[in-house]
Antibody, heavy 118, light 110 residues
Framework: EVQLVESGGGLVQPGGSLRLSCAAS????????MDWVRQAPGKGLEWVGR??????????EYAASVKGRFTISRDDSKNSLYLQMNSLKTEDTAVYYC?????????WGQGTLVTVSS | QSALTQPASVSGSPGQSITISCTGT?????????VSWYQQHPGKAPKLMIY???NRPSGVSNRFSGSKSGNTASLTISGLQAEDEADYYC??????????FGGGTKLTVL
């Protein structure tokens, strides 16, 4: 059974940093592109970015709203995906989901809430 | 990258069919056959319902179907059921190798 479990969310002050993790199981993690998608309270879905697989040199892409502040990485030996978030803004407050990208996003985690507030 | 345009809400009675539109540009919806649709119930993670415009993942009811014409994609749900009441989002791959979502459509089953 495919499972994605996010962790690391919490309350952080504007300008601060936070690192989210996503533990994957039930599939060959190293074969897949992995993405982060967020959802602000009461709002719609927003794509954050992706990391491609080893075969595609682990290249990354980011949404314009987070480029230069967020970094996506992965550790295939630990079946884990990460999102390093720096220079956080109040508008980054959201539930952050990790998702497997196969055609669409076919599996999602349960999400972890990040609140940016003073 | 602007969000794809979806109607804010649609409604239908049990047994009826409804269609949700998703309008983009030639740089996203119109340029690629990589449109997906997601269903999200309150407090839950989104669920993939359609991928690559018209393909259904295993386990998704055949009451759900997708199509595309030009810069507009559509999700049709036939034989509406109470459990279909949810938010629906479209997404598309873009010319900048990004993914863009629609603003979401709230489906109400009357």
């Amino acid at each position: 059974e495919v499972q994605l479990v996010e962790s690391g969310g919490g309350l952080v002050q504007p300008g601060g940093s936070l690192r989210l993790s996503c533990a994957a199981s039930g599939f060959t993690f190293s074969d897949h592109y992995m993405d982060w998608v967020r959802q602000a309270p009461g709002k719609g879905l927003e794509w954050v970015g992706r990391t491609r697989n080893k075969a595609n040199s682990y290249t990354t892409e980011y949404a314009a709203s987070v480029k230069g502040r967020f970094t996506i990485s992965r550790d295939d030996s630990k079946n884990s995906l990460y999102l390093q978030m720096n220079s956080l803004k109040t508008e980054d407050t959201a539930v952050y989901y990790c998702a497997r990208e196969v055609g669409g996003f076919d599996y999602w985690g349960q999400g972890t809430l990040v609140t940016v507030s003073s | 990258q602007s969000a794809l345009t979806q109607p804010a809400s649609v409604s239908g009675s049990p047994g009826q069919s409804i269609t949700i539109s998703c309008t983009g540009t030639s740089s996203d919806v119109g340029g690629y056959n990589y449109v997906s649709w997601y269903q999200q119930h309150p407090g839950k993670a989104p669920k993939l319902m359609i991928y690559d415009v018209s393909n259904r993942p295993s386990g998704v009811s055949n009451r759900f179907s997708g199509s595309k014409s030009g810069n507009t994609a559509s999700l049709t749900i036939s034989g509406l059921q109470a459990e279909d009441e949810a938010d629906y989002y479209c997404s598309s791959y873009t010319s900048s190798s990004a993914v863009v979502f629609g603003g979401g459509t709230k489906l109400t089953v009357l």
